[in-house]
């Protein structure tokens, strides 16, 4: 058996292993599955953390109805965006956690149900990118919004070279979505070829 096979690699993990099926395989597998189990609890346990934090400053500036101090005209539209935001924060945490917590496996699982499982968690773990864009990201952008709009309008209807100073801000805030996004794809589609492994294995062991 090799040195340390990766646990986020099932195929190393069955390549690995004697011709014959082994305890060790199934140790491993079950491992896997376990490790694959908790990163996803812990990803959802901070986003729940992230998601109340905006949740928290969307109603702040519902009461407030801006953060930028008395802008005329801002303080009604200033509320609504945050009133939206606030709602989509909330419906956002309920959809992203909803039906992601599994029961564990079974301590007499065999190494069939393991692979089984492990896929499963892998799926969810791949799966959680969908809601995160639509129900965790978009969330935030859009109360970050509701936060700086105000301003920027200010600015353009006020002092327009004072909005040229915004641009690294703006800039900065686009880099970084886009490598959230970047990076979130990335992740899905190495989850989607562990998935690939793991089917690969399951003809193999048939």
């Known amino acids: 058996m090799g040195p340390n096979p990766s646990v ?21 597998v079950r491992k896997a599955a376990r490790d694959m189990r908790a990163k996803t609890r812990r990803e959802l346990f901070g986003i729940a953390w992230v998601q109340l934090a905006f949740a928290i400053f969307a109603a702040v500036g519902l009461v ?39 029961a564990p496996l079974a301590g007499d699982a065999g190494l069939e149900t ?39 309008w200010y600015l353009a209807t006020t002092s327009p070279k004072l909005l040229w100073n915004t641009i690294p801000f703006f800039s900065g805030l686009a880099g970084w979505t886009v490598a959230m996004v970047f990076l979130r794809i990335r992740r899905r589609r190495e989850l989607q070829r562990e998935i690939d492994d793991l089917n690969e294995i399951e003809r193999e062991n048939r």
């Open 8 to 28: 986020n690699d099932p195929k190393s993990i069955w390549q690995s292993q004697p011709g014959e099926t082994s305890k060790v395989t199934l140790v491993l």
């Open 64 to 102: 407030k109805g801006s953060f930028a101090g008395d802008i005329k005209g801002a303080l009604w539209p200033g509320r609504t965006a945050f009133a939206a935001a606030l709602l989509w924060c909330i419906a956002g945490a309920l959809v992203y956690q909803r039906g992601m917590w599994t």
């Open 114 to 152: 393991g692979i089984a499982f492990l896929r499963r968690e892998i799926q969810r773990h791949r799966d959680l990118f969908h809601r995160w864009l639509a129900w965790v990201f978009c969330p935030i952008i859009f109360t970050l919004g509701a936060a700086v709009g105000p301003i920027v």
